[in-house]
């Protein structure tokens, strides 16, 4: 644990995913998507507990199975389509609490359809919130500057565009997305009261483009499945290229 701080791990796993049937578990390089979570978040320095939330006692046996914790099912009614992640949290917190006397310092959400994330990359996030100078931390990845809509029926630019007129693109102002909810870090009574991981002093923690792929389809599973298995290859072409720019 950082400095005494209690850091708790959710990891999110309802099951009756309809784009694809068992998403959270569902084959991922020879193993169920959600061990890959699991592993990373139990190599973490930081973690003092991690906790799989799922209405399923499939997903629950399987993530016992690889060492995370399940302490109970969640409830129906926070397991459906519709059901907002805060309330779980939520739900989770004041339930530990009661049952426990378990009152972490940070909350942290790690969703299992970010397979490329890292136990460096939440180490690193769990060092920024601890430095004291902010509410929580988010993983995000570089965009394109220019990002396009359509408005009746035509191509619209989205952001300012006085961009449009700049003809290098390196003089452009640089832009970033969250990147599949790899990770959300926040103190608990910021989340508590705010009942969001975002409305509050948030930091940035830029990941790699490559390590920020959201397994939505069989296409992203497709396309991680290939850069997770090439992951330490492109990571040491990068350094490289890095190195001679």
């Not at 060092?127 to 009746?152: A, H, P, R």
Request: charged share 30%.
């Amino acid at each position: 644990m950082v400095k005494n701080k209690k850091v708790l791990a959710i990891i999110p796993a309802r099951s009756g995913s309809k784009g694809i049937k068992d998403k959270n578990i569902k084959s991922f390089c020879g193993k169920p998507l959600i061990y890959y979570t699991i592993s990373e978040a139990l190599k973490s320095r930081h973690i003092d507990r991690l906790i799989v939330s799922t209405d399923s006692e499939e997903y629950a046996k399987i993530a016992r199975r690889f060492n995370a914790e399940v302490p109970f099912l969640r409830p129906k009614e926070l397991a459906t389509d519709s059901s907002p992640i805060v309330d779980t949290i939520l739900h989770l917190i004041e339930k530990l609490k009661r049952d426990e006397n378990y009152i972490p310092d940070y909350i942290l959400l790690l969703q299992t359809t970010s397979p490329l994330r890292t136990s460096r990359d939440i180490d690193n996030c769990i060092n920024i919130l601890n430095s004291g100078d902010c509410d929580g931390v988010v993983s995000m990845c570089s965009t394109e500057q220019l990002l396009y809509g359509i408005k009746d029926g035509f191509i619209d630019i989205l952001f300012n565009k006085n961009w449009i007129r700049k003809t290098n693109r390196q003089s452009l102002q640089a832009t970033y997305r969250l990147n599949g909810s790899a990770i959300y870090l926040i103190s608990r009574e910021v989340f508590i009261k705010t009942r969001s991981f975002l409305k509050a002093r948030i930091r940035p923690y830029i990941m790699d483009r490559w390590q920020s792929l959201d397994l939505d389809d069989i296409n992203d599973f497709i396309n991680a499945e290939i850069i997770y298995r090439n992951r330490n290859k492109f990571h040491n072409k990068w350094l490289r290229m890095l190195k001679k720019s």
